[in-house]
């Protein structure tokens, strides 16, 4: 991988999601590329957009207020789907216009007292991960109406994979739970998985070493908090 230009990489995995889209019976317009920039400098992230990958989904939120600024002349579209404490809303809300990982009402309340039209998704902890955010199955139906009662635009919803096992139980299980509440996006599927994920009806796929190479080994923006 680390021969291949960064074009190269972000045409390969446009590939990769046309072709899954096709073996599924969809059209490849239906899966919206998101660039997972967790670490990532803001030279590699300009790179990424110049290849043309506006969606940006960022984890921390002191990475992404660092590195928002200096990339505004590129047009980038923000999606935060990290772990949101509901004090980082305020800074977050000039950045971002896709709130991917909303998983509590208390969060809900926060981004409606701060950004009353924010669109969201709903963080779904499918397979019931204690190291995981999101919210339970048996949780999203009563956090979609609190939201849609506070005037929040919800979209659809997210899900991070199981760390082990096959994780299309847990796709086709979000899957099923957006069908019953009316939703349209489905955020699910990374590097490893999104192939599986669109199979069982994802709308975004997050990647980040598919389209950046692995990490860096010593990051930018230390993981000192979100």
């Keep these: 991988m680390t021969g291949e230009s960064v074009a190269e990489r972000v045409a390969a995995v446009r590939e990769q999601i046309a072709s899954?889209?096709?073996?599924?019976?969809?059209?490849?317009?239906?899966?919206?590329?998101?660039a997972a920039t967790k670490t990532q400098s803001v030279d590699a992230i300009a790179e990424?957009?110049?290849?043309?990958?506006?969606?940006?989904?960022?984890?921390?939120?002191?990475?992404?207020?660092?590195?928002?600024?200096?990339?505004?002349?590129?047009?980038?579209?923000?999606?935060?789907?990290?772990?949101?404490?509901?004090?980082k809303v305020n800074q977050l809300a000039p950045w971002v216009e896709s709130w991917d990982s909303v998983d509590r009402p208390e969060l809900a309340d926060a981004l409606a007292a701060r950004v009353p039209r924010a669109a969201v998704l709903v963080e779904v902890n499918v397979a019931a991960e204690a190291q995981k955010g999101g919210c339970s199955?048996?949780?999203?139906?009563?956090?979609?109406?609190?939201?849609?009662?506070?005037?929040?635009?919800?979209?659809?919803?997210?899900?991070?994979?199981?760390?082990?096992?096959?994780?299309?139980?847990?796709?086709?299980?979000?899957?099923?739970l957006a069908h019953r509440l009316e939703l349209v996006e489905l955020s699910m599927g990374m590097s490893g998985d999104f192939e599986v994920a669109i199979a069982e009806g994802a709308t975004r796929v997050r990647i980040g070493t598919g389209l950046f190479g692995l990490r860096p080994?010593?990051?930018?923006?230390?993981?000192?908090?979100r």
Excluded: C, Y
């Design 20 to 34: 899954a889209a096709r073996a599924a019976g969809r059209a490849p317009s239906e899966i919206r590329l998101v």
């Design 48 to 87: 990424v957009i110049a290849a043309g990958v506006h969606d940006l989904g960022e984890n921390r939120a002191q990475e992404l207020v660092a590195k928002a600024p200096a990339l505004v002349p590129l047009d980038p579209v923000w999606h935060f789907i990290g772990r949101l404490q509901r004090n």
């Design 137 to 176: 199955v048996a949780d999203a139906p009563a956090l979609v109406d609190h939201l849609r009662v506070l005037g929040i635009r919800v979209d659809g919803l997210m899900t991070v994979a199981p760390a082990e096992g096959d994780p299309r139980r847990s796709f086709a299980r979000l899957r099923g």
């Design 217 to 225: 080994t010593f990051p930018q923006f230390p993981d000192s908090g």
